[in-house]
């Protein structure tokens, strides 16, 4: 049977940093190379998994307040971090695992403003090591 | 020793350990920056400096 998950309390971290509050959105890919393994006498492609390369994308709402998202980005362009996403707060389990990508690189800072509209910044953390905590 | 600011990060007033946030992959400088951890020492005892008066 079919189980949807309604995620209501997700807990995003950004460079230890609670940021779920500000948050609307998280992707966390975890992607591997895919490598060419064919050769001659095969008759189908076979692959195997190269380095990993991850990222997460993440937006928030922009706020320039103290502690919030403008202070916690603004200094972390062009440096790495840790960001860590779990779909529920509590502790890490099976069910709540908490997929963490350490030494992640955050390239740029987009902000937007629009008339009449709640200021965002989408942001994407790419690279670094991927980990997934169930305890 | 750091401590916390911002409650965002912990307990205001609570220390941070910055080289086990180090270990972590945490950018403590942007920590600094964004006001979330101070790193202000205690002020030394100002230095007195008075000369003796030599006794004769």
């Known amino acids: 049977m079919a189980t949807s998950t309604i995620l209501s309390n997700p807990v995003v ?59 916690t980005l603004k200094s972390l362009v062009g440096t790495t971090t840790t960001v860590i996403v779990q779909p529920s707060s509590g502790a890490a389990s099976a069910t709540n695992p908490k997929l963490t990508l350490t030494g992640t690189f955050l390239a740029e800072l987009p902000v937007n403003f629009a008339l009449g509209e709640l200021s965002t910044a989408t942001v994407t953390f790419t690279g670094g090591v991927y980990s997934e905590a169930t305890s | 020793m750091a401590k916390i600011i911002s409650p965002r990060l912990g307990t205001p007033g609570d220390d941070f350990d910055e080289e086990a946030a180090l270990k972590a992959g945490i950018n403590v400088q942007a920590l600094i920056d964004g006001g979330f951890i101070s790193t202000s020492k205690a002020a030394k005892s100002a230095k007195t400096n008075s000369e003796q008066e030599e006794t004769r």
């Open chain 1, 13 to 71: 971290t950004v460079n230890s940093v609670d940021m779920s509050d500000q948050c609307t959105s998280a992707v966390f890919h975890v992607n591997y190379n895919q490598l060419t393994a064919t050769a001659f006498g095969d008759t189908d492609n076979k692959y195997v998994k190269g380095l990993g390369d991850h990222s997460v994308d993440l937006e928030f709402y922009m706020s320039f307040a103290a502690s919030e998202t403008w202070a």
